[in-house]
């Protein structure tokens, strides 16, 4: 597995993958990375022969008061998983080689970034489509992969990739979940056992809300009930939870063939989101 540092190491990377006839898989992370991660890598081993990880805590996408300066970096236990998970390259860039000085040029998908994560996080999304197009114009993958764990992130990107003529396929794998239920994130790791135990209430919530969709319940009554319950959870600020449509991300006001739950909080100072899809 290679290490590189400059856009130029990647580009040369994949222009030789390439022109040896592989095709390329690309998975972005931030890194501090657990099975979530690894079920990507696995995903993309299963249609390419040569895989990207990128590693890049990206500064534009946190908020001046969250979590940048203490997201877990954990270099050398990344770069092994990343070993021995197949990848053939990480690409792990420095902030200024991602921003050189001077760097003013955003990507911003509009409606769709307005609500939930959007409404919460301002700025995030903006900071996330910009550093996806950049990962996408030095890697050029055939394809890239992301985790319904974020499930408004994929539908962002998606819109990204369709409005802009990206040239690549999107992905969406499933979300992995520790034995409990909790979805596994890199910021679990800032929980005591305590605030793991009160962060169950989301996918707790989502058990609960499918069995009423599967029942034929209206979506805003299930939206109650999910903010209800999440509410109720000592120790835990609820964010949101909504029932929405799956491609707009509206919430639902009447049952289609589809929805999309999605739900988050805040336990102490750290953030976690879930998220579910329902078919009828
Ligand atoms: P991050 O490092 O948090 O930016 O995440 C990098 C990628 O991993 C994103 O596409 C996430 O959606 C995905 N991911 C994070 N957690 C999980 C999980 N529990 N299951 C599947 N994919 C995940």
């Given amino acids: 597995m290679d290490v590189v ?3 130029a190491d990647v580009r040369r990377w994949v222009r030789n ?9 690309f998975i972005p992370t931030m890194g501090a990375l657990h099975d979530g991660h ?10 390419h022969a040569a895989i990207v990880v990128s590693i890049f805590v990206n500064p534009t996408q946190f908020a001046p008061h969250e979590d940048l300066q203490r997201y877990p970096r954990p270099r050398e236990r990344d770069l092994e998983l990343c070993r021995n998970a197949g990848a053939g390259l990480v690409f792990y860039p420095a902030v200024e080689t991602m921003y050189p000085p001077g760097s003013s040029t955003f990507v911003e ?9 959007g409404a919460i996080r301002p700025g995030h999304f903006l900071g996330v489509t910009t550093v996806v ?4 114009q030095i890697v050029q993958p055939n394809a890239a992969y992301f985790g319904q764990k974020d ?10 990739v369709r409005d ?7 992905v969406t794998c499933p979300t992995m979940r520790d034995a409990d239920g ?13 605030q793991r135990r009160a962060g169950l209430c989301l996918s707790r919530a989502l058990a609960e809300g499918k069995k009423l969709w599967h029942r034929g319940t209206e979506p805003q009554e299930i939206s109650q009930v999910l903010q209800q319950q999440i509410g109720a959870e000592p120790e835990v600020h609820l964010d949101y939870a909504t029932v929405a449509d799956v491609d707009t991300l509206e919430p639902l006001e009447s049952r289609g063939m589809m929805a999309v739950a999605l739900v988050a909080c805040r336990v102490g100072s750290t953030r976690l989101i879930d998220n579910d899809l329902w078919q009828s």
């Fill in 164 to 170: 802009l003529d990206m040239p690549l396929e999107i």
């Fill in 5 to 7: 540092e400059s856009i």
């Fill in 133 to 136: 197009n950049k990962l996408f």
């Fill in 17 to 25: 993958a390439k022109s040896s006839g592989k095709t390329v898989g």
């Fill in 151 to 160: 499930y408004q992130q994929q539908a962002v990107i998606k819109r990204m």
């Fill in 182 to 194: 909790l979805a596994m994130s890199s910021r679990n790791a800032y929980l005591s056992a305590d």
């Fill in 38 to 47: 690894l079920s990507l890598i696995e995903a993309a081993k299963r249609q």
């Fill in 109 to 117: 998908v509009k409606g769709l970034t307005d609500r939930w994560e």
